[in-house]
């Protein structure tokens, strides 16, 4: 079955102070969805607002998927649900490794526990495919990974999970030319397989030139203010937003505060976290 998120007319507090003012959104399974705009603007917010960070506040609007509603779903409920955040500044999960997080993610998605030996062949041959360590799913949650570990440790988790619809946020920044074709080509691949929708954060026109978004939204000061598709994503690369800016007379925020960013991996296996 297809699925779909759907956002309607979303207003979201962050410390008593708006960000986001009027959100509308759509993805379906199978699109890929660039979600742009100046930093500070709300992009992330708009994420983790769908995640179900605890510091974001939605005082109007609805987040609905497949049905249900999103916003009465804890964070572990959205992600057995079939919702996946890989994060910008991934966390560190010190005497957890790899492969205990990966298996009891996965095991708290399934009725029964998956075998072994369909976990190990699983994982090794994703490792492989993302030119990973061998060792990695022995290590410590992202403990002592560099930048550009940590985000192909995100996209390991997203091919592993399997979700209906990923959220892939700056999952490019910190990685060079080799590791980004490498780590676009992979999620394409999982778009393909699985038919995951997708919605990515991005200031890279290479990355998108890859991935080759069907639907395209930038978002200035809490709203979306224009839609298009790959087109618009070029223009933007070439032109930046002052076009935009001068268009629609609007002027972009000049700065959004980062909360601290927890794993929501953890959150996925902890109803209380």
Known sequence: MSSTLLIKDLHVNVDDK????????EVNA??????MGPNGNGKSTLLQTIMGHPRYQVTKGSITFDGQDVLTMS????????LFLGMQNPGEISGVTNSDFLKAAINARRKTPI???NFYKEIEGNIKKLKMKEDLAHRFVNDGFSGGEKKRNEIL??????????????????????????????ILEEKEKEGTGLIIVSHYDRFFGIIKPTHAHVIVDGRIVVEG???LVEKIDKDGYDWLYQELKIHPVKK?????????GTC???PRS
């Open 18 to 25: 708006e960000i986001l003012k009027g959100v509308d959104l």
């Open 30 to 35: 199978g699109e890929v969805h660039a979600l």
């Open 75 to 82: 964070v572990d409920e959205r992600a057995k649900a079939g």
């Open 115 to 117: 075998s072994l030996f």
């Open 157 to 186: 988790q997203m091919m592993i999970l399997k979700p209906k619809i990923a959220m892939l946020d700056e999952i490019d920044s910190g990685l060079d030319v080799d590791a980004i074709k490498l780590v676009a080509d992979a």
């Open 229 to 231: 598709d790959s087109e």
């Open 256 to 264: 959004e505060e980062r909360p601290l960013i927890f794993s929501l």
């Open 268 to 270: 996925a296996l902890n």
